[in-house]
Nanobody, 125 residues
């Protein structure tokens, strides 16, 4: 079993930046890919970004393209989400997740096998 632990959330003003981290508890953890999701208040969980463990393929939701960057450190079993130019609509609980296999519908939460507990990001106007 693998545990994922997010950190780096908080309160920031619009236009500011935050960097989220997600560390996997198990050494030599090699998922097929890892992703960041978010769940705004009263809304469904949605994908923000996804990165293949090989590092070759990355995906960004249209709403965050050009502002957010997903990256990883294989040696540290850690995935990052750098969030710049934050907007109030980015306010949500952010979750990291890992999936074991390729999936055409990788944007669906049910394709991910492991989840972190979530970290709150609040962007004030």
């Amino acid at each position: 079993q693998v545990q994922l632990e997010e950190s780096g959330g908080g309160l920031v003003q619009a236009g500011g930046s935050l960097r989220l981290s997600c560390a996997a508890s198990r050494r030599a953890f090699t998922p097929y890919a890892m992703g960041w999701f978010r769940q705004p208040p009263g809304k469904e969980r949605e994908i923000v970004a996804d990165i293949a463990w090989s590092g070759v393929n990355k995906y960004y939701a249209d709403s965050v393209k050009g502002r957010f960057t997903i990256s990883k450190d294989n040696a540290q079993n850690t995935v990052y989400l750098q969030m710049n130019s934050l907007k109030p609509e980015d306010t949500a609980v952010y979750y990291c997740a890992a999936r074991s296999t390729y999936a055409v519908t990788f944007f669906r939460p049910d394709n991910y096998d492991y989840w972190g507990q979530g970290t709150q990001v609040t962007v004030s106007s």
